[in-house]
């Protein structure tokens, strides 16, 4: 079962434009975590929200946290070649309970920004 | 920040071998290490838990015969892939946490078998 939609699933678009991901969930999480992964390698952490509602900035990124904790997005500005990569969102739950802090990740944005 | 490593971070096998990965944590204690496996331009599935000196929880589908995970120090966790065939290729990625929210991801281990 797929827990976590994510959308679009792939965007190509010119330097300089704006663009939203989606994530999407019926279930709540106690948290929401937003990854880039390049090719060949592990995904990287972004950022982490925790609190409905809350809005994180990292620069040119925004991350927002719905209100009931079960959908995010992640809007970025002025895109950029570098931002090219695969963006996923990961909600920690809604089952694992305990100290294992168990991820579930959605399919992923595949974002190309051509130059 | 905390640092996890894989290797190798590429391998070529032979059907029907065994391959073994190995992840660590370099700087901190690992209490649970995650193995996640990613086809190509997919997103990345849970294989299994593995708990320091207990055995490891395999989520569904995933056969726990045929990969076979160790966990024997808190710095360290193995993935065998046993009597690997050419459908087991994929990305294998591992992560670590010590007890707080955030998993450490490893940088990956490519397989490829033919």
């Known amino acids: ?115 | 920040g905390a640092v996890v490593s894989q290797h190798p971070s590429r391998v070529i096998c032979k059907s029907g071998t065994s391959v073994k990965i190995e992840c660590r944590s370099l700087d901190f204690q690992a209490t649970t290490m995650f193995w996640y496996r990613q086809f190509p331009k997919q997103s990345l599935m849970l294989m299994a838990t593995s708990n320091e000196g207990s055995k490891a929880t395999y989520e569904q589908g995933v056969e726990k015969d045929k990969f076979l995970i160790n966990h024997a120090s808190l710095t360290l966790s193995t993935l065998t892939v046993t009597s690997a065939h050419p459908e087991d290729s994929s990305f294998y990625i591992c992560s670590a946490t010590s007890g707080e929210e955030t998993q450490y991801f490893g940088p990956g281990t490519r397989l490829l078998v033919l």
């Not at chain 1, 792939?10 to 880039?36: A, K």
């Not at chain 1, 929200?49 to 040119?60: A, I, P, Q, S, Y």
């Open chain 1, 1 to 115: 079962t797929q827990l976590l939609e994510q959308s679009p699933q792939f965007l190509s678009i010119q330097e300089g434009e704006n663009l939203t991901v989606y994530c999407n969930s019926s279930s709540v999480f106690s948290s929401l975590q937003w990854y880039r992964q390049e090719p060949g390698e592990g995904p990287v952490l972004l950022v982490t929200v925790v609190t409905g509602g809350e809005v994180k900035k990292l620069k040119r990124l925004t991350f927002q946290f719905g209100d009931a904790r079960k959908d995010s997005s992640l809007h970025i500005t002025a895109a950029q070649p570098g931002d090219t990569g695969l963006y996923l969102c990961a909600g920690e739950g809604p089952n694992s309970g305990g100290s294992n802090y168990k991820l579930t990740f959605g399919k992923g944005t595949l974002l190309t920004v051509n130059p």
